[in-house]
């Protein structure tokens, strides 16, 4: 008898595999269609495999929603066989519903470079043919003008060794994709994983990651806590840094107390880490110790911190580290002031970068200067 249901069951999954196979590629389901609100905006993008980038623009703060679909072609209602041929002169294309009050086009633009590979003219990654190259549409002149600004600003950068060839194009109309393609990374969990994981997406985006954090070292480059830090190579850092702040950083070192740059600095702004750029100190919790280096009473945000036990030099003591950076900054001890806590950072200038407070907004940290 329960050979005969396992049999039922298994007739059951088998039948309902093939109707699911018929009813994905033979008929095209109605999406739902996604309007904006009177605060919302628009844009449109291609850059490949619409899963990936639709699942990439849903983590953005700001983005409401992203809806998958088809633009740049001629024919009304493309199906999705149709464009994957490339029989009809359309991209794979997401359309992303944004508040411009938290989000920037700008911002939307630049987001999108770093989620793709715009020196592809052949396709994105695993994807291939025109109707997987990148592409920026535009739904008007202002929309225009920033993604030129910002495709040219890019090529100029050093960032890729290779032109930029993301095209920039009228968004004439844009066809919303089959229902099942909607938000299918949340549907398919497990076949999406298999299909990116496969594309050479990821990879590409790390190894181009890694690259960028060599070349913008240091460079005045403006923070963004949204982009994930990747540490520089050793052979990088070395030359990146000054032999004090590569001694201090990176071998525990510790610097000449009262001959470093900010133990007596009383200038309003922030400290951030040297090399990784997140926020650490504040001025306002900076006070005189009489110990040569620069104390805080606290981190201007405990996420970024870490503490860890170190019993070098033949006692206990509280190693303070920057979390991303994963750099050595100095020591905690719980000799400070009373009324603020108690607890003293004892940290090296040299690991350390100042941003003062007229240049807190220009550098991406303007959320820091109201506590000043």
């Not at 109605?30 to 495999?49: H, L, M």
């Not at 396709?123 to 535009?138: C, L, N």
């Not at 009489?290 to 503490?307: L, M, N």
Request: proline share 5%; glycine share 8%; with cysteine.
């Amino acid at each position: 008898m329960k050979h005969n249901v396992y049999l039922f069951l298994l007739l059951i999954l088998f039948l309902g595999g093939i109707y699911y196979f018929f009813s994905m590629n033979n008929t095209k389901q109605a999406p739902s269609i996604s309007t904006p609100s009177p605060n919302e905006k628009t844009a449109v993008f291609s850059g490949g495999c619409f899963w990936c980038v639709e699942a990439d623009f849903e983590k953005l703060d700001g983005v409401r929603t992203v809806v998958s679909g088809y633009a740049g072609g001629e024919e009304e209602n493309p199906e999705y066989k149709q464009v994957a041929s490339g029989a009809t002169g359309h991209k794979e294309v997401v359309q992303v519903f944004y508040d411009p009050d938290v989000v920037s086009y700008k911002k939307l633009l630049e987001y999108f470079f770093a989620h793709i590979n715009p020196t592809d003219a052949g396709g994105q990654f695993a994807d291939r043919g025109k109707q997987y190259t990148s592409a920026i549409f535009y739904a008007d002149d202002a929309q225009k003008t920033i993604a030129e600004q910002v495709k040219q600003e890019l090529d100029g950068s050093g960032t890729y060794d290779a032109p930029i060839v993301t095209e920039i194009l009228p968004l004439t109309t844009f066809f919303p994709a089959e229902e099942y393609h909607q938000d299918y990374y949340k549907k398919n969990p497990l076949r999406y994983k298999y299909y990116r994981g496969g594309s050479g997406r990821d990879v590409f985006l790390k190894e181009q990651k890694t690259r960028e954090s060599q070349i913008s070292l240091d460079n005045g480059s403006v923070y963004d806590p949204s982009e994930e830090f990747i540490k520089p190579s050793n052979k990088v850092l070395q030359q990146a840094l000054t032999p004090l702040q590569y001694k201090v950083t990176q071998k525990d070192g510790t610097e000449r107390a009262f001959d470093n740059a900010y133990w007596d600095n009383t200038v309003e702004g922030i400290y951030v880490d040297i090399v990784s750029g997140e926020p650490l100190f504040s001025s306002r919790d900076k006070y005189r110790s009489g110990t040569g280096w620069p104390s805080f009473t606290k981190p201007i945000d405990a996420e970024h911190i870490e503490e860890k036990s170190d019993n070098k030099l033949w006692m206990k003591r509280t190693e303070v580290r920057s979390k991303d950076g994963d750099n050595h900054l100095g020591h905690l001890f719980p000799d400070g002031p009373k009324e603020a806590g108690g607890m003293r950072y004892c940290i090296n200038s040299a690991a350390l970068k100042f941003i003062p407070k007229e240049k807190l907004e220009e550098m991406g940290y303007g959320e820091y200067g109201d506590d000043l």
